[in-house]
């Protein structure tokens, strides 16, 4: 599909820069040719970038933080918990916070953040070394499939689930949704393959023109792709909601695409 020629000023003017970390370098995890490109991980080399990663490599992505914050407002009550699986450095966790009104005096929110790369959860530590009297936030380093899921009014599941073994997926979903209270939400967001195979070669060829227009060359998009194959392994928007729906949820629905990346939000 298409040309793979570079857009011109590609580096010059990142479209995304005006909403970037003001703490972030530049990402060029990939910038040089490797010999073998081994699988992705979430390493302290990913940390040091991973903002600035993540905001030129996944389209939608700011939308989806700010949503976040209006789905808190919405679902998070009093003395609930909420659980951010997978919480690299925080900005779901952030978003949360931001989202949740002051509650009334004497009561309280419990914010559980958890991640199994230590590096992330160390850096995330470090940047939400502060939180309003009304929350109690825990960061933890942990397997989210071990996780407790307990008196939680919303779970966020953002761009974590696609890096879980497919058998291990229903499992997941099944604790969350038992753990929620009624009423509770889920935000699942993921990458995603169309089951059209041409409606695929189009959201496919645009997400690299989407990297391409955000700076990154040919050379880092085809070594990303080859360090993430058999790591990320999405699935289709009906494979979810199946799941979902497997799991017990009442209802699930796309709240917002942006090519090949999607949010669903989910009711018990």
């Known amino acids: 599909m298409g040309s793979n020629t570079p857009f011109e000023d590609k580096s ?5 820069s005006e909403s970037r970390d003001s703490e972030q370098q530049t990402d060029k995890v990939y910038a040089e040719k490797l010999r073998k490109v081994a699988p992705f991980e979430f390493n302290e080399e990913v940390v040091h970038v991973f903002p600035d990663m993540i905001e030129r490599s996944v389209p939608g992505y700011r939308a989806v933080l700010d949503m976040t914050k209006v789905v808190a407002n919405e679902f998070v009550r009093p003395g609930t ?4 699986l997978g919480c690299s450095l925080g900005a779901t966790t952030r978003a949360i916070m931001s989202g949740i009104d002051p509650l009334p005096e004497g009561t309280a929110c419990r914010i559980i953040a958890v991640d199994n790369a230590l590096a992330m959860v160390q850096e995330c530590k470090r940047r939400l070394n502060s939180t309003p009297d009304h929350i109690q936030l825990e960061i933890e380093l942990g397997d989210i499939r071990q996780q407790p899921i307990q008196n939680a009014s919303l779970v966020t599941l953002n761009y974590t689930l696609q890096f879980i073994p497919l058998k291990e997926r229903l499992p997941l979903l099944v604790r969350i949704h038992e753990g929620l209270v009624p009423g509770g939400a889920l935000i699942l967001s993921e ?16 997400h690299h023109g989407f990297k391409r227009m955000n700076g990154y060359s040919d050379l880092e998009i085809s070594q990303k792709r080859s360090a993430l194959e058999n790591v990320l392994v999405p699935e289709s928007i009906a494979d979810h909601e199946n799941r979902l729906n497997e799991a017990g949820f009442s209802t699930s629905m796309v709240w917002y695409q942006s090519l090949t990346f999607v949010s669903i939000l989910a009711i018990k």
């Open 191 to 206: 990458k995603i393959v169309s089951s059209d195979a041409t409606h695929q070669d189009i959201l496919t060829t645009l």
């Open 81 to 84: 918990t909420v659980y951010d």
């Open 12 to 16: 010059s003017s990142p479209i995304h």
